[in-house]
């Protein structure tokens, strides 16, 4: 399955061992993580921000993790709007990839008329979905 990584999934994974770290983590091993370039500079700079300054070693690996396996891709040019207009490279990127997933914490800013055929799951719908005979 190719994956999109939505910059809040991998700010929550940076911060707490749970069900975000545990969604990027499955899909490094069993998926195909596409990335674009401003997908990556979109990392690097919300997670530089002083806010997130105790977590920024474990995001930084994380991102540098990705970097190293991801695809990597040009985004279209053509995407159709979203809601949040920062949110658009990760439809784009997405789209031109033939992506099947994006993961993201927020789902309502990726409404699925927009995204088809890119399927918007949240981290917990991504792993119920990589479970055996799972579906989201």
């Given at each position: ?11 929550s ?29 979109e ?69 699925p008329?927009l995204c ?21």
């Amino acid at each position: 399955m190719r994956v999109v990584i939505d910059c809040n999934a991998l700010v929550s994974a940076a911060l707490t061992d749970g069900t975000c770290r545990a969604a990027i983590i499955l899909a490094a091993g069993n998926d195909d993580i596409v990335v674009s370039a401003p997908i990556l500079a979109e990392y690097r700079a919300v997670l530089m921000r002083p806010k997130y300054r105790k977590c920024q070693a474990v995001a930084l690996s994380v991102i540098d993790m990705l970097e190293s396996i991801a695809r990597r891709v040009e985004p279209l040019e053509a995407a159709p709007p979203l809601p949040d207009p920062k949110d658009s490279v990760y439809l784009a990127t997405a789209l031109a990839s033939r992506a099947d997933v994006i993961i993201t914490g927020n789902a309502r800013d990726f409404p699925p008329h927009l995204c088809e055929p890119v399927r918007i799951l949240t981290p917990r719908a991504f792993l119920d979905l990589s479970k055996p005979g799972g579906k989201a």
